[in-house]
């Protein structure tokens, strides 16, 4: 599977909602989105397609509509300025990342 | 609290090996499946191998097979990477992570750094 396409860049104003697109998913159970700070590792926002674990703020929520993923922050906060990755599994030797998205919170 | 910790990066040279480590604390790992995943400035995310829990199965990408191994001791908590026959283009940070769903990355670690250059 080749690379899935995000945006590399998004922005919005505290309060605002973005969306964060990712296209080429070949599956839905196994679509993740991954949010990285500088210096840290990834963590996981969202799993199969829409689902948040413990702890990740329900500001976060995922979705697809035809063959793209997205990635949906409400009410932005300063602290969710990182860059995002979508992530498709469809099998131990299928494992695809987007290019990621970075977002800035104006 | 869950915590990864690779170690084992640096400079070397084109041609030579390498072997990271990732020291895993705060859950069951022999319950989970564990990923490399490299990452570049350039090229992002890129998924290298997986091992199942209980290391009875490994899996590569193209671009590492036959040059790297995965492998894991369960009695240490630890996964391994030993890297053959380095390139340039394997530079990068390395990060390994735990799979217990085979369908997502549930936990990473901050990454040890391979640079590979003459």
């Known amino acids: 599977q080749s690379a899935l396409t995000q945006p590399a860049s998004v922005s919005g104003s505290p309060g605002q909602s973005i969306t964060i697109s990712c296209t080429g998913t070949?599956?839905?159970?196994?679509v993740s989105w991954y949010q990285q700070h500088p210096g840290k590792a990834p963590k996981l926002m969202i799993y199969?397609?829409?689902k948040r674990p413990s702890g990740v703020s329900n500001r976060f929520s995922g979705s697809k509509s035809g063959n793209a993923a997205s990635l949906t922050i409400s009410g932005l906060q300063a602290e969710d300025e990182a860059d995002y990755y979508c992530?498709?599994?469809?099998?131990?030797?299928?494992?695809?990342f987007g290019g990621g998205t970075k977002l800035t919170v104006l | 609290q869950v915590q990864l910790v690779e170690s084992g990066g640096g400079v070397v040279q084109p041609g030579t090996s390498l072997r990271l480590s990732c020291a895993a604390s705060?859950?069951?790992?022999?319950?989970?499946?564990m990923h490399w995943v490299r990452q570049t400035p350039g090229k992002g995310l890129e998924w290298v191998a997986f091992?199942?829990?209980?290391?009875?199965?490994?899996y590569y990408a193209d671009s590492v097979r036959g040059r790297f191994t995965i492998s894991r001791d369960n009695s240490k908590n630890t996964l391994y990477l030993q890297m053959n026959s380095l390139r340039a283009d394997d530079s990068a940070m390395y990060h390994c992570?735990?799979?217990?769903?085979?369908?997502?990355?549930?936990?990473w670690g901050q990454g040890t750094l391979v640079t590979v250059a003459s």
């Open positions: 070949s599956s839905d159970v196994g």
């Open positions: 091992i199942w829990y209980d290391g009875s199965n490994k």
């Open positions: 705060g859950l069951t790992f022999r319950n989970y499946g």
């Open positions: 199969e397609l829409t």
């Open positions: 992530c498709s599994y469809a099998g131990s030797t299928n494992v695809v």
């Open positions: 992570a735990t799979d217990r769903s085979s369908s997502y990355l549930d936990y």
